[in-house]
C-alpha cells in the first residue's frame, strides 16, 4: 500500500523568507501524482500545486515551487517570500491512477511577522 | 472554476437522529466523490468513495449502513448519519473529481456535533 510521510509536525517562517516542506511517499507504482493542499483555520482544503510523475520538470505556481525527485521518492514543497496568509496546515498527498488519494499527516507552517 | 459546496456548513443534533449532509459540484461534473472524516489537529480520513450511479466503496472500518452514501447525479453527492451518536461527531469533508489520476476538489466541510 501507498504510504505518505511528512516527517515535520511544525515549521515556521519568517514573513518575506523561503521555507521548505518535506514529503516522501513509498509507491511500487511508475505512474502517478502528488499534490499539496494547504487547509487554512477556515478547514478549506486547498489545492496548492500538483506534479505528474512522468513529468520531470518541477510544477511551479507563483511562489510556490516542488522539487520531485522520482528515484528517491521525494515532493517537497518551496514557499518563496512567505507571506502572513501562507500559514495554514500542508498536507502532502499521492494519488494513483483510478484509486483513491493518500495523505500525510501534515505539516502545520506559521508565518511571523 | 471546480467548486464544490457542501450543506450544511454546521449542523447541531440529538442523538439517535439522522443527519444528511449534500456535496455538490457546482462547475463540472464529478464521477467520482469521495468523503473524509477529520478529527482536530490530524490528518484526512477517508471514509468513502462514491462513483455516479453505482454503489459507495467503503474503507475498512467504516460502517456502511451508518454513513450512507447516496451518488445520483454527477453533480451531487450525499451522506447520511444515520442514528447519530456523540461518538459521530467531527468535521466531515467532501470531495470530487472529474476522473481517474485527476484533481480533487473539496468542499468547505461540515461541522456535525450530536450532544
Known amino acids: 500500500a501507498q504510504t505518505v510521510t511528512q516527517s515535520q509536525p511544525e515549521m515556521s517562517v519568517q514573513e518575506a523568507e523561503t521555507v521548505t516542506l518535506s514529503c516522501t511517499y513509498d509507491?511500487?507504482?511508475?505512474?502517478?501524482?502528488l499534490f499539496w493542499y494547504k487547509q487554512p483555520p477556515s478547514r478549506q482544503m486547498i489545492l496548492v500545486i500538483r506534479?505528474?510523475?512522468?513529468?520531470?520538470q518541477n510544477a511551479t505556481e507563483n511562489r510556490f515551487s516542488v522539487n520531485f525527485q522520482k528515484a528517491a521518492k521525494s515532493f517537497s514543497l518551496k514557499i518563496s517570500d512567505s507571506q502572513l496568509g501562507d500559514a495554514a496546515m500542508y498536507f502532502c498527498?499521492?494519488?494513483?491512477?483510478?484509486?483513491?488519494?493518500?495523505f500525510g499527516p501534515g505539516t502545520r507552517l506559521s508565518v511571523l511577522p | 472554476g471546480a467548486v464544490v459546496s457542501q450543506h450544511p456548513s454546521r449542523v447541531i443534533c440529538k442523538s439517535g437522529t439522522s443527519v444528511k449532509i449534500e456535496c455538490r459540484s457546482l462547475d463540472f461534473q464529478a464521477t467520482t466523490m469521495f468523503w473524509y472524516r477529520q478529527f482536530p489537529k490530524q490528518s484526512l480520513m477517508l471514509m468513502a468513495t462514491?462513483?455516479?450511479?453505482?454503489?459507495?466503496?467503503?474503507e475498512q472500518g467504516v460502517e456502511k449502513d451508518k454513513f450512507l452514501i447516496n451518488h445520483a447525479s454527477l453533480t451531487l453527492s450525499t451522506l447520511t448519519v444515520t442514528s447519530a451518536h456523540p461518538e459521530d461527531s467531527s468535521f466531515y469533508i467532501c470531495?470530487?473529481?472529474?476522473?481517474?489520476?485527476?484533481?480533487?476538489?473539496f468542499g468547505p466541510g461540515t461541522r456535525l456535533l450530536v450532544l
Open positions: 470531495s470530487a473529481s472529474q476522473g481517474a489520476g485527476e484533481t480533487q476538489y
Open positions: 462514491s462513483n455516479e450511479g453505482s454503489k459507495a466503496t467503503y
Open positions: 506534479q505528474e510523475a512522468y513529468k520531470q
Open positions: 498527498a499521492y494519488r494513483n491512477y483510478g484509486q483513491n488519494f493518500v
Open positions: 509507491t511500487s507504482e511508475s505512474d502517478y501524482y
